[in-house]
Structure formats: structure tokens, C-alpha cells
């Protein structure tokens, strides 16, 4: 079946460790998306990638960094220059940028910094 | 400065009545509408979009009103399940800088259907 899978779904990190979360959809959508979702916030947009080997920064970008070498995958690296790492993530695809093309969501990842 | 806003945290109702969720938005830019259920450790789903053009979308349960010159939609559920139960989130999208076509959530509301 196609769909978007998030891994792994919940993840533990140090401080001042870098980690990096995966993603892979198998829907041939051109869009991927990272959000992060903290208790009492909307989803807020991490980085977005409208086609391979290019990327862009969202509203959060800081603290963060992705790649999109093949289409089917765009994973997150959480690095240790965010402050505030501890969060749900939330990994989206799409057929193509905005507009009416609705977005797939992952099951997320938990990450915790302990 | 929230763009697209779901005042209401919470929302009981009963099993067979009718949920209404709300979501207001402030850029008239905005032309495509969609409302997203989650459940808690899950990613969220689709559940039901509307265009501009358009003032009402319907599918089954769910049905979406759109009242552009208000810049506001609602999401109503007859009759409401207990499967309802979920954090409903409101997103656009549209024509309007920054992050061009991507998606704008609202913060979510989270709906309780008692049976």
C-alpha cells in the first residue's frame, strides 16, 4: 500500500547531540514537508522540498536541517543548535506544492532530550 | 500574528448531535481550505476541503461552510460519533508570500463526543 512512513516513532537524544529522523513516501509526490507540533501550537512548517535537490526553509528553520537526494525520501537532522528540541514531528507529502493538493501525513516521531 | 485561528481549545457534545468547529482567517489571499483530524500520537488525516469558489463542501457526516467576506469557515459533523473524537485542525493555503502554496495550521480544536 502506498503512504508515508515516519521513523523511528519515538526517539530519545542527549544534549548537544545531533539525530536525524527519516521519512519515505512511496506515493511518487513531488512535496515533502517537516512540521513540529508542541502542545497548545498549530503544526509550524520546518523546511518544505517541492522537487529533488532542492529545499526550502519554513517559518522554524533555525536549529534544523534536511537534504531530498531522491525523491522518495527528506529526512530532518535535529541539531544541537536547537534550543528547544523536545517536540512531536511530523513529516507530510504532497502531489505538488500547495493549492488544492491535500498533504499525507507520517505517524511522527516523539522526540524527547533528556 | 496568527493567520488562520481556531479560538475554541475544546468542544463537548453529545453522541447524534451536531459538532460545529470554527476557524477564522486573516489573509485574503487564501483560496483553498482544508480541515485535518488527529488523533493523539498519530499523524493527521484529511478529512474535507473547499475551494474559494465554492461556499459549502459536503461528504457524508461532514460538511464545510465557507463565508469569505467573514474570512470563516466551519467544519459541521451530523451526528456526531464517539469516533469523533479527535483534535481537528484547520489549515490554508493560497497565494500569499512567504512560503508560497504551503499550508497554514490553525493551533486545533479538540473535540469530545460523549456517548
Redesign the interface.
Known sequence: DGG?T?SP?YLFRKEGQNVTLSCEQNLNHDAM?W?RQDP??????IY?SQIVNDF?K??IAEGYSVSREKKESFPLTVTSAQKNPTA?Y???SSMR????S???????T?LTVV | DQQVKQNSPSLSVQEGRISILNCDYTNSMFDYFLWYKKYPAEGPTFLISISSIKDKNEDGRFTVFLNKSAKHLSLHIVPSQPGDSAVYFCAASGDYGGSQGNLIFGKGTKLSVKP
Not at chain 1, 506544492?97 to 488544492?100: L, Y
Not at chain 1, 491535500?102 to 511522527?108: K, S
Open positions: 508515508i515516519q516513532k514537508y512540521y497548545g501550537q498549530g503544526l509550524r512548517l518544505y526550502q519554513g517559518d512531536f511530523l513529516c507530510a506544492q500547495g493549492g488544492d491535500e498533504a499525507f501525513f507520517g505517524q511522527g516523539r
